[in-house]
């Protein structure tokens, strides 16, 4: 007996060294940022370039997957509709693998409306969409100049999308859809993009781009992308960087301000509709020229108002610690003495506690980069004539590192360094009263989520799972500047505010969870009411049907 | 892959050695055993009247039937499933295990009817580079099987067998602290047939009361059928709270198992 029974245990020693741990020797998954859509969370996989779409009110939590282009490389929303766009760069090929073209796709939150795919002639790694979301413009970022593996590519290339109109190729009155244009460069590439308000030319409504490149801006006519762009030298100078960072438009008095690092100038790019007396295409119906405004010592922040019927650009330059007001259309310029070296502006238009019964235009004037622990009121009906009379200074409690306006609900909110006495200010800008707000353990991931009444969610660093929360202004039952706090089940790494109401009627939050794997990890909070014990948490929908669907 | 390779190459090398082994003895072994043992495959040949002179030879095997055996066995699956190839990386999983056998009715010069009882394990891993997740399917598999053989030779049976049980298998995707994994119950039968190969009983002792040890092996193809695994994935995070977030469900996909096999067996009978 005692012989069969070690018999056994020899023919059964083998099987003890089988092994079932799992060797990881693979790239991690790659998703791009989540999107957040009116009512849904975007995911886009980079490897399966498929797309999620999570409906926070489906009680199964099943996504809507759809295929996206090859090698996913952006992924947003579409301003103004919840829809999704993405990026693809395809796939250049080899030998042994057929090239695929560069895409841009279009899905629609509604499963219903089927996804529109464009088909690129570049493989771009830079989106940018105008306010409306009608028009896209494609073009290679800087950051990145051989997009897409391409051996041979323009950085000057770019790809304009009309999203209101099918992809369609050029016939002899139309031009194709996406429309491929290079545009002419003077040593530069672009380094963003900008798209104005609609202007009027030839009785015709018109959005432009303003593309940045170092030293130069580009112009082109959006709604007639055949049309030859219109370059802007910005310095003449060959030794001299200038960078454009910011540009802002008046529709009213058609020009465009441009604000360049390395300049003490701001630049007016005057347009001029020239209705019957313009040539023909591919000239444009509208003229430039350009102007040069004084505007202190390396400015950094502008805004347009108006004042009067006229319209004045507030300049902030730190540089000169001035506030300049210059009259766009006699380039006349007021120089006021800030007495912080101010690098931000918000303007607003609101009732003051000087005049508590009209609205007047006004700025809060705040420096993020300096250390000032105070910020400026500025009166801008009266600015031009009180000289710093009218500026009035507040003290903060920390220095500002961010300021984030909610004008629609009469607040700015200032972060500071995450300081614990100090966190952030709440500026109510009616009453002109700043009300500091303390972090026991500081701040971490916050945002503001602006769908009013607004609330400032942050991840309770000195708690495990903690979700805090600030109710920046008063709602049903709640005051003004009280806090909660609701605990999860897991470490919170980001947090997305959703805009609107999923078909369930509620808003939710979707706050995102340690997810080592990429899977997907995210719990459903509700925005307006948060409770725990309504909260629903899904975890690995991105595996959903993952067995089936087959290997891209 | 490595994993398979070295399995099936396991499994050749057992099959050659079983079927040559026997053959030896048989040639070795002396006819008069053989046909005591078999005497349906007797001819009327008188034995020599000098052989029984000069015993007594010591006897130190024979071909007299085992009863019981225990056989380590692999066994290769062609996949036909998209999903349990993909699992595996390819189109062929190997799977160990250990089986039981006993020879439960000998109808002399006809058959003998056996059950086995056996316990089979499959593990696979891959990490898919579309997705960058690694993929481990465990499965443990009991069956109870009922096969008939008839001996053409002593060493030499073929026999056909009809097996089901039932099993268990594990999904597991990701890796760490934050993989996912399901276990799944499942149900499957198999038929085949194949060839039963057997040495002669060795004495291991001087004594009669001695053990007796033969050495077995099967070699068996057929066709597997068993219920599919649905796998749904579920985590529920690690947290002390007393009513924990409610987590939803991921359904996965499903893996099928129907495939044609080949199993090789090798061990001992007593």
Known sequence: MRRRVLLLSLLLSPLSACNDAIPNHSTPNALLPTVALADRMAYVEQNSHTAFLLDPASKTLVPRMVSVGKAPVAAVKRNGQNQLLVLSQGDPGSAQITPVAAELEEIDADASVAPVTYTLASRFNGLAQSPDGRFVLLYHGSSAQNSGESPLFNPNELAIVDLTLPPSVATQSTVSNPYAKSIRSLGGVPTGVVFSPSFTFASTPRILAVILAENYVTIVDMNNPDRTEITVPLSTDSNSTLSPAQVLFDTVNPNIYVLAYGSDDIFQISLTDLGAAAPAPPSNDFRVSLSILAAGTSPSDMALYSTGGSTRLAVLAPGSQTLAIIDPSTSSTTSIATSIPANQMVVFNTSSPSAPDQSEQQALLVDVSSGSTSVLFADLQSIETAGNLALVSYPLGASATSVVPLLDQGIVVLMYSQYS???????????????????????????????????????????????????????????????????????????????????????????????????????????????????????????????????? | MTTTKTLTMRATFAGVLFLTLPSAFAAAQSETDSKAAWPHLNQPTPPAPELRQTAPTPRHWSWDPSRFGVALEIRTTWLQDSVAKRLTGSNVSSGEGISLQWDALRLERIATVSLDLGWLTTSTSTNQDFSGLAEGLTSNMFSLGLSVRHHLLPWLAPFARVAGGMGWDRLTVGTGTGDLHDERVFGQGSLGGGLFLRSPRLLLGATRAAPEVGLVAYVEGGYLLGTSSDFTLTSQPATAASSPIPTSPVAIGKVGRDAPYLRVSVGIAF
Do not use: M
């Open chain 1, 421 to 552: 006495a100090n966190a952030l200010s709440v500026v109510d800008l009616a009453k002109r009263e700043l009300s500091p707000i303390g972090a026991g353990s500081g701040l971490q991931g916050s945002v503001i989520d602006s769908t009013a009444p607004s609330r400032l969610w942050s991840i309770d660093s000195g708690a495990q799972y903690g979700l805090c929360y600030l109710n920046l202004v008063a709602r049903t039952g709640q005051a003004s500047l009280s806090t909660g706090e609701i605990w999860l089940d897991q470490n919170i790494t980001n947090i997305i505010p959703l805009g609107q109401a999923s078909s369930d009627g509620h808003r939710y939050l979707a706050v995102e969870q340690d997810d080592a794997n990429k899977v997907g990890n995210v719990t459903l909070v509700d925005a307006d009411n948060p409770d725990r014990t309504s909260a629903r948490t899904a975890y690995g929908f991105l595996l959903t049907n993952y067995l089936e669907r087959g290997q891209p």
